[in-house]
């Protein structure tokens, strides 16, 4: 797109928004701070790299398709990560999961992992200027074939993976003392039961006495922050989840974690973004992964809907944009990933400038009033306002490309790089 129309776009934008007493220019300022932790798993369909040609298995989860060019080695994931952070305007993190450590074809199973292992992530990242948030990887894994890890009854497999919480804890808090930013280890589980449980009691008391004793070393706060995510079912565990929101709710209030809000983890019906206020009062931070379940948590690429804009603007409205984390958490292998990356980051950008170009104080003004047509109507106006015009102008001053014209870039890298991996 040519710049000097999108600068006439952007100068009538401004003018625009500037009549509801929205300044466009602090808009993008402040959302050039949002930083969104990029899923490293988009890359390789949530493989890792502890044993050659990595398949996820277990676990609840499930990638889909076969589209090529995936990420196969280290060095493959980097080369896609930096062409898609070259098409993103602001600057970004990325979030790692345990297995996609470096272990220079020895085996080093996950009670022995060490910041070695990551260093060269840790060193990759320094160089591109981002931060590293982490995850422990309980799934894909002899010791979770049951279906449990943390909240199960076999003691042995239970030590196990409370040795892996602890490590990856360890692992974290070193990224983010040589980074120089706080690296967000986020912890989930899969453990549950396909059908209907008799014990769900002794299950939670499981998982709560393991996080006791994971959470048990200090670490400063600006080297580590921990999360903890819940899950409604998944597969396998249909009928009973140990990690229920209730439980990382009350354990992450009590205890002082980040709970880590993933809109596709709840009922079909559950707004998260309602979520965000009432949580706010109770925990200092919170982290969020951004997908789009379809029907249920089935983690596809996340678009600029509804659902993604109501949690944008509650985090807005609260002014809680440095209390809450955005990362984004879903797997597609049935299209280009790069692009896959692409839409879905710059959709979440695009939800946090919709809600910052928002005339908040006016809608207030009106609520308070009780004047609700005027409210709802100024809400549907601004659904039609250019902002689309405002973050092509975004892009055009980061020199990333403007619109539509990203496609034909990645679908040159397409040629050029990933469909000679095939």
């Known amino acids: 797109m040519k710049k000097e129309k999108v600068l006439q776009a952007y100068d009538d934008a401004r003018k625009q928004y500037a009549a509801l007493g929205v300044d466009t220019d602090?808009?993008?300022?402040?959302?050039d701070s949002i930083r969104i932790s990029l899923h490293c798993?988009?890359?390789?369909?949530?493989?890792?790299?502890?044993?050659?040609d990595a398949i996820l298995s277990g676990g609840g989860i499930q990638a889909t398709g076969n589209y090529p060019g995936k990420a196969r080695t280290i060095s493959q994931m980097r080369q896609d990560l930096e062409k898609v952070m070259s098409l993103l305007p602001g600057q970004q993190r990325l979030s790692l999961h345990a297995i996609y450590g470096e272990f220079g074809g020895s085996k080093a199973d996950r009670d022995s992992l060490t910041p070695e292992h990551f260093q060269g992530w840790t060193d990759w990242a320094k160089s591109q200027g981002i931060g590293?948030?982490?995850?422990?990887?309980?799934?894909?894994?002899?010791?979770?074939?049951?279906?449990?890890?943390?909240?199960?009854?076999?003691?042995?497999?239970?030590?196990?993976?409370?040795?892996?919480?602890?490590?990856?804890?360890?692992?974290?808090?070193?990224?983010?003392r040589q980074l120089g930013t706080p690296c967000i280890n986020n912890l989930w589980i899969p453990d549950g039961s396909k059908d209907i449980p008799v014990d769900r009691s002794t299950h939670r008391a499981l998982l709560k006495e393991s996080l006791d004793e994971i959470f048990s070393e200090e670490f400063p706060a600006e080297y580590l922050r921990d999360s903890l995510e819940s899950k409604l079912f998944g597969i396998g565990s249909?009928?009973?989840?140990?990690?229920?929101?209730?439980?990382y709710m009350g354990y992450a209030i009590r205890n002082n974690k980040l709970i880590t809000l993933d809109n596709g983890h709840y009922h079909p019906t559950e707004q998260v973004g309602d979520k965000i206020s009432s949580l706010l009062l109770y925990v200092d931070e919170l982290m969020l992964h951004m997908t789009r379940g379809v029907r249920w948590d089935?983690?596809?690429?996340?678009?600029?809907?509804?659902?993604?804009?109501?949690?944008?603007?509650?985090?807005?409205?609260?002014?809680?944009?440095?209390?809450?984390?955005?990362?984004?958490?879903?797997?597609?292998?049935?299209?280009?990933?790069?692009?896959?990356?692409?839409?879905?980051?710059?959709?979440?950008?695009?939800?946090?400038?919709y809600a910052l170009l928002e005339p908040?104080?006016?809608?207030?003004?009106?609520?308070?009033?009780?004047?609700?047509?005027?409210?709802?109507?100024?809400?549907?106006?601004?659904k039609t306002k250019p902002l689309g015009a405002v973050y092509d102008y975004w892009c055009l001053t980061g020199n990333v490309p403007v619109a539509e014209d990203y496609i034909a870039d990645?679908?040159?890298?397409?040629?050029?790089?990933?469909?000679?991996?095939s």
Not at 140 to 160: C, Q, V, Y
Not at 369 to 379: D, P, T
């Open 132 to 176: 590293l948030d982490f995850n422990p990887t309980f799934f894909s894994h002899p010791m979770a074939e049951d279906g449990f890890t943390l909240a199960g009854k076999n003691e042995k497999h239970r030590r196990f993976w409370i040795e892996h919480g602890k490590r990856c804890r360890g692992i974290a808090a070193e990224m983010g």
């Open 410 to 421: 990645i679908q040159q890298y397409e040629k050029d790089v990933l469909l000679k991996r």
């Open 238 to 247: 249909e009928s009973m989840v140990v990690g229920s929101a209730e439980f």
């Open 26 to 31: 602090e808009a993008l300022r402040r959302l």
């Open 298 to 353: 089935s983690d596809h690429v996340v678009i600029f809907n509804d659902e993604i804009q109501l949690i944008a603007q509650e985090i807005v409205r609260c002014n809680a944009l440095e209390r809450v984390h955005v990362g984004l958490d879903y797997f597609d292998a049935s299209m280009n990933r790069i692009g896959a990356y692409v839409i879905g980051t710059r959709a979440a950008q695009q939800a946090f400038l």
């Open 360 to 382: 908040t104080p006016k809608l207030r003004e009106y609520e308070e009033a009780g004047r609700n047509f005027e409210r709802l109507a100024l809400m549907e106006v601004m």
């Open 41 to 52: 798993w988009q890359t390789d369909d949530v493989g890792g790299f502890e044993t050659p």
